[in-house]
T-cell receptor
Framework: GAVVSQHPSRVICKSGTSVKIECRSLDFQATTMFWYRQFPKQSLMLMATSNEGSKATYEQGVEKDKFLINHASLTLSTLTVTSAHPEDSSFYIC?????????????FGPGTRLTVL | GENVEQHPSTLSVQEGDSAVIKCTYSDSASNYFPWYKQELGKRPQLIIDIRSNVGEKKDQRIAVTLNKTAKHFSLHITETQPEDSAVYFCAASRGGGADGLTFGKGTHLIIQP
């Protein structure tokens, strides 16, 4: 099956600093990747759609200047949480879709646990 | 946008019994409905999915049914085992799986030995 990796798996940072999370498709090319956020004991919420070579599409309520997304290659998308605050502490998970038009499925990365002190 | 409701939030069944989790969706253009199993601190794992051109799909002990008219779909797990204990999420999207997913709130399935 398709493999999606994320790095780092855990990060602890001080309030006000920026954190970069990488999402890689290891054995396939992904023109589109997705970023989700999951707070403890809650569901996954789609934050944005990352498109290779173009600007990301953000969901309503997600600040694009705070959550910077770069999809510079067909195997790598990055999410940078800028000026992180304690309320940004969450589990960030990326996914990539693989398959033909109209018949795809998404594979998730292992997630990144962000703790902002 | 899409809204996915999932019930129940917690389901406790005896080992060997069946478990059913139900979801409804609001966007009639949604055409892809996956189910994920998530263990604590881990990534969601796809266990089964169904597309809008099919009414039912089965894979060993797991089955999913879809009623497009009523906009609801259900997960059925038969002969439950302790390792089935986890949180299960339903989701919906347009684009046949190539669009972002809208998730239900999840069901914590507990298998009692």
């Amino acid at each position: 099956g398709a493999v999606v990796s994320q790095h780092p798996s855990r990060v602890i940072c001080k309030s006000g600093t920026s954190v970069k999370i990488e999402c890689r498709s290891l054995d396939f090319q992904a023109t589109t990747m997705f970023w989700y956020r999951q707070f403890p004991k809650q569901s996954l919420m789609l934050m944005a759609t990352s498109n290779e070579g173009s600007k990301a599409t953000y969901e309503q309520g997600v600040e694009k200047d705070k959550f910077l997304i770069n999809h510079a290659s067909l195997t790598l998308s990055t999410l940078t949480v800028t000026s992180a605050h304690p309320e940004d502490s969450s589990f960030y998970i990326c996914s990539a879709a693989i398959g033909t038009s109209g018949s795809s499925e998404q594979f998730f990365g292992p997630g990144t646990r962000l703790t902002v002190l | 946008g899409e809204n996915v409701e999932q019930h129940p939030s917690t389901l406790s069944v005896q080992e060997g019994d069946s478990a059913v989790i139900k979801c409804t969706y609001s966007d009639s253009a949604s055409n892809y409905f996956p189910w994920y199993k998530q263990e604590l601190g881990k990534r969601p794992q796809l266990i089964i999915d169904i597309r809008s051109n099919v009414g039912e799909k089965k894979d060993q002990r797991i089955a999913v049914t879809l009623n497009k008219t009523a906009k609801h779909f259900s997960l059925h797990i038969t002969e439950t085992q302790p390792e089935d204990s986890a949180v299960y999420f339903c989701a919906a999207s347009r684009g046949g799986g190539a669009d972002g997913l809208t998730f239900g709130k999840g069901t914590h399935l507990i298998i009692q030995p």
